[in-house]
Antibody, heavy 120, light 110 residues
Framework: QVQLVESGGGVVQPGRSLRLSCTAS????????MHWVRQAPGKGLEWVAV????????YYIDSVKGRFTISRDNSKNMLYLQMNSLRAEDTAVYYC?????????????WGQGTLVTVSS | QSVLTQPPSVSAAPGQKVTISCSGS????????VSWYQQLPGTAPKLLIY???KRPSGIPDRFSGSKSGTSATLGITGLQTGDEADYYC???????????FGGGTKLSVL
């Protein structure tokens, strides 16, 4: 069965860096686009970034451009989110989600999420 | 402020029907497929509807989706207390080159 497991969250000071990982299993990882979606405490869902199945294209929400980098290692079935220059407003649960068809942007499977807290 | 607009809350009695609207523009809903997600308290979102009106395997036909122009609607019939959750619409915005969600709608089954 499809499984997505995020890791790497924690408490970090403003301005520091953190790398999130998403371990995929149960499907051919290299055939799917992957997204990061976040949810601040008590707030709604916010799309963060997407990476094409082969890593050829990447898109980001404006608020993280230049600070966050999405990447993947298809040989290891891993998705990553490198987060630099973290801000308090980046505090959220971060979910990785699979996209079966990048042409329509659907998140058909989600991980359980990993909490990132940016605080001094 | 979300790109897609949803009502903050809706409510209805058990067994009744409810609809949740999602309003956007030509750069998102107007020219892209819409999906809907259910988020039960303390859990990750779950796909309910994709491609405007299709249900993934395992989603009961009490849940339906439709789209007209720059708006989409999620319908839920035969409401159950277990349907109490937050519901989100989502799509791609071609002008922003970004995924977008509605602000979410909290469903109460009274």
């Amino acid at each position: 069965q499809v499984q997505l497991v995020e890791s790497g969250g924690g408490v970090v000071q403003p301005g520091r860096s953190l790398r999130l990982s998403c371990t995929a299993s149960g499907f051919t990882f290299s055939s799917y686009g992957m997204h990061w979606v976040r949810q601040a405490p008590g707030k709604g869902l916010e799309w963060v970034a997407v990476i094409w199945y082969d890593g050829s294209n990447k898109y980001y929400i404006d608020s993280v451009k230049g600070r966050f980098t999405i990447s993947r290692d298809n040989s290891k079935n891993m998705l990553y989110l490198q987060m630099n220059s973290l801000r308090a407003e980046d505090t959220a649960v971060y979910y990785c989600a699979r996209d079966p068809d990048l042409g329509v942007t659907t998140y058909d499977y989600w991980g359980q999420g990993t909490l990132v807290t940016v605080s001094s | 402020q979300s790109v897609l607009t949803q009502p903050p809350s809706v409510s209805a009695a058990p067994g009744q029907k409810v609809t949740i609207s999602c309003s956007g523009s030509s750069s998102n809903i107007g020219n892209n497929y819409v999906s809907w997600y259910q988020q039960l308290p303390g859990t990750a979102p779950k796909l309910l509807i994709y491609d405007n009106n299709k249900r993934p395997s395992g989603i009961p036909d009490r849940f339906s989706g439709s789209k007209s122009g720059t708006s989409a609607t999620l319908g839920i019939t035969g409401l159950q207390t277990g349907d109490e959750a937050d519901y989100y619409c989502g799509t791609w915005d071609s002008s922003l080159s970004a995924g977008v969600f509605g602000g979410g709608t909290k469903l109460s089954v009274l």
